[in-house]
């Protein structure tokens, strides 16, 4: 589908801790909860003046309800600028970084990048089913939470050497080390992560630096001790990173 929002928050998912990346100011009228998903963050937005706010690469994939639709957002290299109408409502569980490919029944670089209708990627009677479960519940954001649960109990479990993988690269591990300490060598530590995360690890390792390096300049940390901390070789080059993967430079998405 053309551009379309999601709830991940200003800096993160098209849309919304495995709850919205602590470097995100919440756009205005957005919420969110943990779901009952494992990892899983359930949330809901009614776009606003804000709805041109970018949304940033978080590493992870969202189920959607918009306006009575249903969609999911893959996993974006570069930050997505919103195109829902205001006061467009909108719906959303995002998947912690990897479990949704296991979950929704395809790998996730093959939505890279784009906002696609559910029913382009599921079968007619899953797609029905899904919309059933969602119409009938007590609101859209608990029927899509259904539908997870309901995933949950007919795919089975992803890899559990997808959460080491985020949980060493958000600790900033290199890529090279990971590979080694896996003992997956780097072929076969890329193809896993193109189907789980939708790109390979290098770049996935990029987008976790990021969330960390603007969850510490939020909380106050001046941006030569926010780059030193996480890995950049100066200010310099965080700032480039940052403005290379939101389109914005740090000051300024930090006022987001």
Request: aromatic share 6%.
């Amino acid at each position: 589908m053309a551009a379309m929002t999601t709830g991940r928050t200003v800096q993160s998912c098209s849309e919304c801790t495995d709850a919205m990346p602590a470097n995100s100011a919440p756009p205005q009228g957005y919420r969110e909860r943990p779901a009952l998903v494992s990892g899983a963050v359930l949330w809901t937005r009614t776009m606003a003046g804000d709805s041109d706010t970018p949304v940033l690469p978080d590493g992870s994939m969202d189920l959607l309800w918009i306006d009575g639709e249903l969609f999911v957002a893959g996993p974006d290299t570069t930050a997505h600028h919103p195109s829902a109408a205001p006061h467009a409502r909108i719906a959303g569980i995002r998947f912690y970084p990897g479990s949704a490919p296991a979950l929704l029944g395809f790998p996730a670089h093959e939505i890279r990048d784009r906002r696609v209708e559910l029913a382009d990627m599921w079968s007619a009677a899953d797609t029905r089913r899904a919309a059933e479960i969602v119409a009938t519940a007590s609101s859209p954001a608990i029927g899509l939470e259904q539908v997870a649960r309901w995933r949950s109990a007919v795919t089975d479990p992803g890899d559990p050497i997808l959460r080491r993988i985020v949980t060493e690269l958000r600790a900033g591990s290199a890529v090279s080390a990971l590979a080694d300490s896996l003992e997956l060598g780097p072929r076969r530590l890329h193809r896993m992560s193109l189907s789980a995360f939708g790109y390979g690890p290098k770049t996935l390792a990029r987008v976790l630096r990021m969330q960390r390096a603007l969850a510490l300049a939020r909380a106050g940390v001046p941006f030569a001790d926010t780059a030193a901390r996480t890995g950049y070789s100066d200010q310099a080059h965080l700032a480039r990173d940052i403005r290379d993967l939101s389109g914005m430079p740090l000051s300024r998405l930090l006022r987001a």
